[in-house]
């Protein structure tokens, strides 16, 4: 499956962005998306994550911030971010695992999108 990030971009403090990841080719199922990020110099973490039923899962940094949605119509997933801190600058990555055609498993990964947030 291939994965298209867009949306991140430069906020001030407390400001919002929204971003979009669009998958496309043939799979057999989807079990869950994710979106990570990777700030400079540290490790690349779990910001939020959605399972094919529909549940949701945030780091605690970004509980009551952030919303992940999806629109199945669109194939596409959506990371509502509200009142961004700098420390939520990094480089945002979707993630989808799941079955493909041949029921062999796949962990896809988008192209990163920026996300600076300035103070």
């Known amino acids: 499956v291939q994965l298209q990030a867009s949306g991140g971009g430069l906020v001030q403090a407390g400001g919002s962005l929204t971003l979009s990841c669009a998958h496309s080719g043939s799979v057999f199922s989807i079990n869950t998306m994710g979106w990570y990020r990777q700030a400079p110099g540290k490790q690349r973490e779990l910001v939020a994550r959605?399972?094919?039923?529909?549940?949701?899962n945030y780091a605690d940094s970004v509980k009551g911030r952030f919303t992940f949605s999806r629109n199945n119509a669109k194939n596409t997933v959506y990371l509502q971010m509200n009142s961004l801190k700098p420390e939520d600058t990094a480089v945002y990555f979707c993630?989808?695992?799941?079955?493909?055609?041949?029921?062999?498993?796949?962990?896809?990964w988008g192209q990163g999108t920026q996300v600076t947030v300035s103070s």
């Open positions: 959605i399972s094919s039923g529909g549940s949701t």
């Open positions: 993630n989808a695992e799941g079955l493909g055609p041949f029921l062999e498993v796949f962990n896809s």
